[in-house]
Antibody, heavy 117, light 110 residues
């Protein structure tokens, strides 16, 4: 069993960056990958990328290449997703999710990021 | 990577069975047995319902079942209940070592 607790809502101006955290508990942090998925209001789920907390290796969806960075701090079992050059279209709920066997078995509660001038 | 195609909405009466389709390509759904399904109630995080095409995680009702034929995967909900009213998304691993979600299906219990 994995519990994922995300940081609180953020309001950012266009062009700024946002960093969302995802604190894991209940199972060894390095035993699964952390993926990030976002959902604009009233829209579907969109996969952004993955990070292996053990190695720090990452893989990003082509759409976000160059704008997203996924990192971790293993000492506090926390993963981070930073998205830069924010625009209004990035307004969405961002979820972290654990992945062990090519599916997303546990999810964080979501973090609303609002981009507005 | 284009989103997998799902019907926008499916409805059924309590006790009935419904099926949601999820159509992709040979580079995702058709190429791997790594299709999963997620249930999402309004304002909540998605919940894993089916993984590896047809497997149920512990705690998920056996009224939920999954299958695949070619490039199309399907989720069937039997004995439809009011609590099943939610959005459902399929997801697949892809040949690019990425993931893609479906467009989502709103299930309405009449």
């Amino acid at each position: 069993q994995v519990q994922l607790v995300q940081s609180g809502a953020e309001v950012k101006k266009p062009g700024a960056s946002v960093k969302v955290s995802c604190k894991a508990s209940g199972s060894a942090f390095t035993s699964y990958d952390i993926n990030w998925v976002r959902q604009a209001t009233g829209q579907g789920l969109e996969w952004m990328g993955w990070m292996n907390p053990n190695s720090g290796n990452t893989g990003y969806a082509q759409k976000f290449q160059g704008r997203v960075t996924m990192t971790r701090n293993t000492s506090i079992s926390t993963a981070y997703m930073e998205l830069s050059s924010l625009r209004s279209e990035d307004t969405a709920v961002y979820y972290c999710a654990s992945e062990r066997h090519l599916n997303f078995d546990y999810w964080g509660q979501g973090t609303l990021v609002t981009v507005s001038s | 990577q284009s989103a997998l195609t799902q019907p926008a909405s499916v409805s059924g009466s309590p006790g009935q069975s419904i099926t949601i389709s999820c159509t992709g390509t040979s580079s995702d759904v058709g190429g791997y047995n790594y299709v999963s399904w997620y249930q999402q109630h309004p304002g909540k995080a998605p919940k894993l319902m089916i993984y590896d095409v047809s497997n149920r995680p512990s705690g998920v009702s056996n009224r939920f079942s999954g299958s695949k034929s070619g490039n199309t995967a399907s989720l069937t909900i039997s004995g439809l209940q009011a609590e099943d009213e939610a959005d459902y998304y399929c997801s697949s691993y892809t040949s690019s070592s990425t993931y893609v979600f479906g467009t989502g299906t709103r299930v309405t219990v009449l």
